[in-house]
């Protein structure tokens, strides 16, 4: 798979004690430690200088990295590049074939149906030009709505939101799950797993309910699990 989620941990083991109560698979690979749930797969990783953020794999970046100059700094480094659109998320452009040759689990988590990867960001036109040149196409929502979606040929998505669109806390960058109006059962997963929640939203519930949540792992990464 040639497209990673990225995140770093100040406790490799704390990271996948989290990942594991949330019933992720846990993927052996010489190479890295990864976490998978159905076509989501994570690499964990402690060092330091790691920023949350995504992993794209290509045998040469070069042009591209030569074009996204026009919009962003672009830092070479000894494997590829890296840049940040405007939400400030890390994208690493890592050159040469992905080390990861796994396959991905039929499984869900306990955290139902992912979606995909989502950002909040000051101009959602400038993300959308920096992500086309990456290889993602639009797939979903418009610019009218405050909303766009797009996804590469990895079947990876990435909603870019406007500023002041989600009535919630927003942690960049997030992973999206939506449940189709039966999130009730997996929040309480949640709550029995012992995972803390950083945000109870009622916003969307004309009852008053929680039904939708947000949680967030030890390296950054949010997690939206919605009623949607």
Same mark, same amino acid.
């Given at each position: 798979m040639n497209t990673v989620i990225?995140?770093?941990?100040p406790?490799?083991?704390?990271?996948?004690?989290f990942?594991?109560?949330? $019933?992720?698979?846990?993927i052996? $690979? %010489?190479?890295?430690?990864?976490?998978? $749930?159905?076509?989501?797969?994570?690499?964990?990783?402690?060092?330091?200088?790691?920023r949350? @953020?995504i992993?794209?794999y290509?045998n040469?970046?070069?042009?591209i990295?030569?074009?996204?100059?026009n919009?962003t700094?672009v830092?070479?480094?000894?494997t590829?590049y890296f840049?940040?659109?405007p939400?400030?998320v890390?994208?690493y452009l890592i050159?040469?074939?992905?080390? !990861?040759?796994v396959e991905l689990?039929?499984?869900?988590s306990a955290? @139902?149906?992912?979606m995909?990867?989502?950002?909040?960001?000051?101009?959602?036109?400038?993300s959308?030009?920096?992500?086309?040149k990456l290889? !993602?196409k639009k797939?979903? @929502?418009s610019m009218e709505?405050?909303?766009?979606?797009?996804?590469?040929?990895?079947?990876?998505t990435v909603s870019?939101?406007?500023p002041n669109?989600? =009535?919630?806390?927003?942690?960049n960058?997030?992973l999206?799950?939506?449940n189709g109006g039966?999130?009730? =059962?997996?929040?309480?997963?949640?709550r029995?797993a012992?995972?803390?929640?950083a945000? %109870?939203?009622t916003? !969307?519930n004309?009852e008053?309910?929680?039904?939708?949540?947000?949680?967030?792992?030890?390296?950054g990464y949010? !997690?939206?699990?919605?009623?949607?």
């Open positions: 990225y995140t770093p941990t406790n490799l083991k704390e990271s996948l004690a990942f594991q109560k949330l $019933d992720f698979t846990v052996a $690979d %010489e190479n890295a430690t990864l976490v998978a $749930d159905g076509n989501l797969l994570m690499e964990i990783n402690p060092d330091r200088f790691v949350a @953020g992993k794209l290509r040469s970046w070069s042009d990295a030569e074009e996204l100059q919009f700094k830092h070479q480094t000894e590829g840049l940040a659109d939400s400030n890390r994208i050159e040469g074939n992905s080390p !990861f040759s689990p039929a499984s869900k955290l @139902g149906n992912y995909g990867l989502s950002l909040e960001t000051t101009d959602i036109e400038e959308v030009v920096i992500w086309e290889g !993602f797939s979903m @929502g709505q405050g909303w766009v979606a797009h996804t590469n040929d990895d079947g990876v870019f939101m406007g669109t989600c =009535p919630h806390l927003f942690f960058p997030s999206t799950y939506f039966k999130n009730l =059962p997996v929040i309480e997963k949640i029995k012992g995972i803390p929640i945000e %109870e939203i916003f !969307f004309k008053g309910i929680v039904d939708n949540v947000i949680i967030r792992e030890p390296g949010g !997690f939206f699990i919605f009623n949607d």
